[in-house]
């Protein structure tokens, strides 16, 4: 996304070419679109005004880009053996859309099953050609939701102590693309009724992501702890239900809006005198 920019509020009014759209996301209050015209270059500003707040960013002949959001992972985060649409990444592009609007925010789904965070295995997800798609989008923000694979023993033994630093490499590469991404670092969900396996999560994977959030842009999601009880939406005990999924789905909106990695794409000039 184009960087934001300060300005003063007389000067968004000056070169204000239309008043587009009132949206009121939901729970709060209504934010107003002013679009301004630069007539040396033909492209648009968007202006969110909301209350004594008002944000900023760049957008090309005022078509909005929106911000883009790359859900990463395995089979939970691919959907497995249910249709896509109820993945967690489709539930949370829904969510998003009755928040902000449709084409605010664009989710893609980057999860390839059966993979691995860790670089040594024969299932890594880094020769995936997914993980090429998920750099090629450029994304915003990432949903990163790789390891319970790696838990697993035969793999967890031989490839472990790795895992934290091939974690870091991952964060690294799509750094190399967008210097500005935003990353949620994901706690995987539980494996039940096999205890080695949720083990190596508990003991193992949750601690190599817990490392990484030392890295600049990062920030932790949960997706363990909320489903610690849930075992009847895990009927294989490793994917959950559609129902499942959704809760996924709503663990991941609520986050990007406590974070406020989404309102940061549209950046808060001032709160005092638009200075």
């Known amino acids: 996304m184009a960087a934001t920019q300060k ?34 270059n033909g492209s648009y500003t968007d202006v969110w005004a909301e209350g004594d707040f008002a944000y900023v960013g760049s957008r ?4 909005a880009a929106p911000i883009k959001v790359a859900c990463v992972g395995n089979s939970i985060t691919y959907g497995w053996q249910i249709p896509q649409v109820d993945s967690y990444p489709s539930q949370l592009q829904s969510l998003l859309d009755s928040t902000y609007g449709v084409g605010v925010v664009d989710v893609q789904n980057f999860g390839h099953s059966s993979k691995t965070m860790v670089k040594g295995s024969s299932y890594t997800y880094w020769s995936s050609p997914r993980f090429t798609a998920a750099k090629n989008y450029i994304p915003d923000i ?3 939701l790789l390891g319970t694979n790696d838990a697993r023993t035969f793999i967890w033994n031989d490839y472990g102590n790795d895992f934290a630093s091939d974690y870091i490499d991952m964060i690294n590469e799509f750094k190399a693309v967008n210097p500005d991404v935003k990353f949620l670092l994901g706690h995987p969900t539980p494996v039940f009724n096999w205890t080695d396996w949720n083990d190596n999560i ?7 992501v817990d490392n990484a959030l ?3 842009n990062t920030q932790l999601i949960d997706f363990n702890t909320p489903f610690l009880n849930l075992t009847d939406m895990f009927p294989d005990n490793v994917h959950p239900t559609v129902a499942g999924y959704g809760l996924m789905a709503s663990i991941a909106h609520d986050r990007l809006l406590e974070t406020g990695l989404i309102s ?11 200075e």
């Open 264 to 274: 940061s794409n549209v950046e808060l000039i001032s709160s005092d005198g638009f």
């Open 142 to 144: 990432v949903i990163l």
């Open 60 to 63: 090309s002949n005022g078509v």
């Open 7 to 40: 300005t003063t509020l007389a000067s968004l009014l000056v070169w204000i070419a239309l008043l587009a759209v009132t949206v009121t996301p939901v729970g709060a209050a209504p934010l107003t679109l002013l679009k301004q015209l630069d007539p040396h």
């Open 202 to 208: 508990v003991n193992g994977v949750i601690a190599g």
């Open 214 to 216: 030392g890295e600049a």
